[in-house]
């Protein structure tokens, strides 16, 4: 078979394991048609590592990242794959990998899903290439608890069963008794000139097997079925001992594991050579049926969900799955159907369908069902994101790797951000085109640009004042602010440009006081009101959920600097790099984006931790080690973080994580960067120290912030004095 031709020759070229565990991951999961979500193979691919470690066996060599399976999450593990396995069987045509659904699966034109054979070989060849692999390494010894759990396929010879069993080596049946744990091990050879063991079914799920026999002085083969071998086999159903099935092709081939087996009866051939006749378990793994449960029983694995699963960090967000359209509702709360029945059955997820067989199991029973509500205008954020940035190029303004996806997070988090940068790289027109990129335009008035004057001294001028006629004169932002709460289904966007021509403290304060008074009313974000003399409407006047301002900030001998209460309130950028020498490409200037993008998309989810905290708690527990051992540096100087900016930074960390738009280091480095940097700024001896022990924190690990840190330091040790800002 070609594919698995192919499959063979690149397993050959192996620096580690990752290949072969991937294949067998995805095999493990996917439908009929050789699709997965990456988060399942991630599961898989985790697990087979985790049974290899509980197993006393090393999971891979000690330079590899995988080496230290334990400390890694679920998001680093799928990066790792993505990278690495992934990357490489997609350049050879193996597999696909559709980012915006995030599925991988084979390449179809090559495997037939229906091909039972075919799919077996593939798990062989790859469980051959890893037995090659793990020689060095502890190789695949079987161990008794592994014996009960055996994946299909896996690979043993006959020296690792004769140790499980103390028997003869060249022994096909061996009875094992351990600790209490019987079970017979079946070592099969296919074929054979007098003998030939066989599969009667194209499926794999029934075999012929010759007993043991002794041969006489004439070469004639005698069958006993009292020997003990033999009668292990005859016995196990009515005892009921598991009968485990290892086959190979021919002679000097590994084993692999074919499943577990009952015995059916014994049978003669046309020589009166005795056969044992076996039939698969349940009928193979895709096949099994789901035995009845009573009501009491899904209860109780209701409560196991919400007392263990629920809070961990790989079903978080499990109802926003593309793939999960239905829930199992009991008492005001939603639960995963499969993993219900999979808890109360103890048969894995893997082995019966989803939908409508899960459903009708479940309602059945007496459960309700109900259909998640996907919305129809549920866009894909990375497939936006990659077409803003191809509008935004076309529009001749060249941006670093990864900015837009950054500035995107950023407001995502907070709908405050501060762009900061030498004049004339754009900060104002990269707020505009991000806008467009929406469908907010000038036009039709959901992007207005106001420009902030020196004179400002409150904020009469931004949000409006009683005149000497004692008539109410709108500002520019209230404008928006009504337009806004009257449109709520799409973004609304403000560019206050130059924001520090005049103090922010003074003009902006009471607004930066009303977004901070954001909260949850049922299902819809609302503030306290706005309370402006003079005012009046038939409507409240509050920061409404569809409104995002990003102020553009230049630093120069015209502005003024910014308080801490600013800057933890905001992501504040630094677009200084810019690209001279790429010049627009006349071929692409015509790109444009038609849809206009609703809230959603740019809508804050969380406003404090508590909204996030539920089953993120490990992720957020690392993350927020990360800013404790910031603190420890900043604290002796009085310049450590509070809640405000730790619910932020964890926010922006979390939204990449569903997202998967940056690395994750690289995502916790722009945190660092942007909302911990900003705040350092003096001429005293402790600030000096501050930045040496933050660059030697960053290492390697977060470039962005130790580059900037060591500018930082860099100013101190020329002027005396250092700040952030160029």
């Not at 985790?50 to 334990?70: P, Q, S």
């Not at 070592?187 to 000139?193: A, R, Y």
């Not at 540096?633 to 009085?638: D, K």
């Amino acid at each position: 078979m070609e594919i698995i031709n192919e499959f063979d020759k690149n397993f050959r070229s192996r620096q580690t394991s990752y290949k072969m565990v991937t294949v067998l991951s995805l095999l493990e999961v996917c439908d009929n048609e050789g699709k997965a979500p990456i988060n399942k193979v991630v599961e898989k691919f985790k697990s087979f590592y985790l049974r290899r470690l509980e197993a006393g066996k090393k999971v891979e060599k000690e330079d590899k990242k995988i080496f230290k399976i334990t400390e890694l999450s679920l998001e680093e593990i799928k990066n790792i794959l993505l990278d690495n396995p992934v990357h490489y069987l997609r350049e050879k045509g193996l597999l696909t990998y559709d980012k915006h659904n995030r599925e991988l699966s084979f390449n179809q034109e090559l495997i037939d899903f229906s091909e039972t054979q075919t799919l077996n070989e593939l798990r062989r060849v790859a469980y051959r290439h890893l037995f090659d692999y793990y020689k060095d390494l502890g190789g695949l010894q079987i161990t008794i608890d592994e014996l009960k759990g055996l994946p299909p396929e896996y690979p043993a010879t006959a020296n690792d069963i004769a140790l499980l069993s103390g028997h003869n080596r060249v022994k096909g049946i061996h009875p094992i008794e351990s600790n209490g744990f019987k079970a017979v091990v079946v070592l099969c050879t296919l074929g054979g000139e007098n003998y030939p063991n066989q599969w009667l079914d194209e499926e794999e799920n029934v075999l012929k097997y010759y007993a043991e026999a002794r041969t006489d002085e004439d070469g004639v083969k005698k069958f006993n079925l009292e020997t003990k071998s033999n009668k292990s086999i005859i016995n196990s159903k009515e005892e009921g001992v598991p009968l485990y099935v290892f086959v190979r092709r021919k002679k000097g081939e590994l084993f692999h594991f074919s499943g577990e087996f009952e015995f059916q009866k014994t049978e003669k051939d046309e020589n009166g050579n005795i056969y044992f006749l076996l039939n698969k378990k349940n009928g193979g793994v895709k096949s099994m049926g789901l035995p009845e449960v009573s009501a009491d029983k899904i209860i109780e694995a209701l409560k196991i969900f919400d007392e263990e699963y629920r809070n961990l960090e790989n079903w978080w967000g499990w109802m926003d799955s593309p793939q999960q359209k239905f829930a199992l509702e009991y008492e005001g709360k939603y639960y995963p159907p499969k993993m219900i029945i999979s808890l109360a059955t103890g048969i894995s997820r893997d082995n019966f369908s989803g939908g409508k067989q899960s459903n009708n199991y479940l309602q059945n029973i007496g459960f309700k069902i109900v259909e998640l509500d996907k919305q129809e205008n549920n866009y894909e954020v990375e497939e936006i994101i990659e077409d803003m940035e191809k509008y935004i190029e076309s529009k001749g303004f060249i941006f670093e790797p990864n900015f837009i996806r950054n500035f995107f997070l950023s407001l995502k988090s907070k709908p405050l951000v501060m762009l900061a940068g030498i004049s004339g790289t754009g900060k104002s027109k990269l707020v505009e085109l991000f806008a467009n990129g929406l469908g907010a335009t000038r036009e039709n008035q959901r992007f207005t640009i106001i420009p902030v004057q020196p004179d400002w001294n409150d904020s009469a001028d931004l949000l409006g004042y009683l005149n000497l006629q004692n008539e109410f004169i709108r500002g520019p932002l209230t404008e928006v602010l009504e337009k806004a709460i009257n449109d709520p289904d799409y973004p609304y966007i403000v560019c206050l440009d130059e924001m520090n021509l005049a103090r922010v403290e003074y003009y902006f304060s009471d607004f930066l006081s009303i977004m901070e008074s954001r909260r949850w009313e049922g299902v819809s974000i609302s503030s306290a009101p706005i309370n402006l003399k003079g005012y009046s409407s038939e409507s409240e006047l509050y920061f409404p959920a569809n409104l995002y301002v990003v102020g553009t900030v230049n630093m120069d001998e015209t502005t003024h600097t910014f308080s801490r209460k600013v800057l933890d309130r905001a992501n504040t950028i630094e677009l200084s790099h810019v690209q001279l020498s790429k010049l627009p490409n006349k071929e692409t200037s015509e790109h444009q984006i038609s849809v206009n993008i609703e809230n959603s998309f740019l809508a804050n989810e969380y406003l404090t931790l508590l909204d996030c905290v539920e089953g993120n708690e490990d992720f957020l527990k690392r993350k927020v080690s990360i800013l404790e051992e910031i603190n420890e540096i900043l604290e002796p100087v009085g310049l450590h973080v509070g809640y405000r900016v730790r619910d932020e930074f964890c926010f922006f960390l979390l939204y990449n994580q569903r997202f998967s738009l940056l690395h994750e280091n690289d995502a916790v480095d722009l945190q660092i960067l942007q909302k911990i940097l900003p705040r350092i700024q003096g001429s005293s001896f402790s600030i000096e120290e501050v930045l040496d022990k933050l660059i030697d924190f960053c290492g390697n690990d977060y470039k962005l912030s130790r580059k900037k840190a060591e500018f930082m330091r860099g100013r101190y040790s020329n002027d005396g004095f250092t700040s952030f800002w160029a």
